[in-house]
């Protein structure tokens, strides 16, 4: 099992523009879950999907954020245009969810950076 | 929605000595409760996890203790050593798969 996969690991992009942060969740799970870590506000929800369905976006700090999940396998999340306070570490947790299971596995992360 | 508090912030222990970290939450219907372990750099990484028909579960030098009635867990290291050392992450769970976290306590075990 390769576990979550996020891509790219690290990015470095210039206030105003546009990132994309992927993920890949682990086969078989039908909930994906988009998270962001920093020193000041800790592990921060942002979005979760069930079986491709956006459940809970409430943690979604504004309009310029946005995540998509076109397919079981796939999920994106979308800054445009970026700012300096988004700068932070991105983790992407998947999980099976059903009373007997249902932990979250992380992705690496993607550290990002905002000029 | 769930309010989780996690004491305390900073945990410094001897090398040998045991640790302990604790947690409340607040929704009743919370069912399922991690803990994570996160290394400077590294994903957080699930070490142990109880749910809500349990009152204790323990794998080798971790434990996890919940009670119910008080809406407390906590997570107990004993015989620290040096690469315990990391942050700790306490959530709870509600039945629809939601997390919410804690706030984090840093562990420190000096050799």
């Known amino acids: 099992d390769a576990g979550v996969i996020q891509s790219p690991r690290h990015e470095v992009t210039e206030m105003g523009q546009e990132v994309t942060l992927r993920c890949k969740p682990i086969?078989?799970?039908?909930?994906l879950f988009w998270y962001r870590q920093t020193m000041m506000r800790g592990l921060e929800l942002l979005i979760y999907?069930?079986?491709?369905?956006?459940?809970?976006d409430s943690g979604m700090p504004e309009d310029r954020f946005s995540a998509k999940m076109p397919n079981a396998s796939f999920s994106t999340l979308k800054i445009q245009p970026s700012e300096p306070r988004d700068s932070a570490v991105y983790f992407c947790?998947?999980?099976?969810?059903?009373?007997?299971?249902?932990?979250?596995?992380f992705g690496p992360g993607t550290r990002l950076t905002v000029l | 929605g769930e309010n989780v508090e996690q004491h305390p912030s900073t945990l410094s222990v001897q090398e040998g000595d045991s640790a302990v970290i604790k947690c409340t939450y607040s929704?009743?219907?919370?069912?399922?409760f991690p803990w994570y372990k996160q290394e400077l750099g590294k994903r957080p990484q699930l070490i142990i996890d109880?749910?809500?028909?349990?009152g204790e579960k323990k794998d080798q030098r971790i434990a996890v203790t919940l009670n119910k009635t008080a809406k407390h867990f906590s997570l107990h290291i004993t015989e620290t050593q040096p690469e315990d050392s990391a942050v700790y992450f306490c959530?709870?769970?509600?039945?629809?798969?939601?997390?919410?976290f804690g706030s984090g306590t840093k562990l420190n075990v000096k050799p």
């Open positions: 947790a998947s999980s099976y969810i059903d009373p007997g299971t249902d932990t979250q596995y």
């Open positions: 086969s078989g799970h039908n909930s």
């Open positions: 999907f069930n079986n491709n369905v956006p459940i809970d």
């Open positions: 929704d009743s219907a919370s069912n399922y």
């Open positions: 109880i749910r809500s028909n349990v």
């Open positions: 959530a709870a769970s509600s039945p629809a798969g939601k997390f919410y």
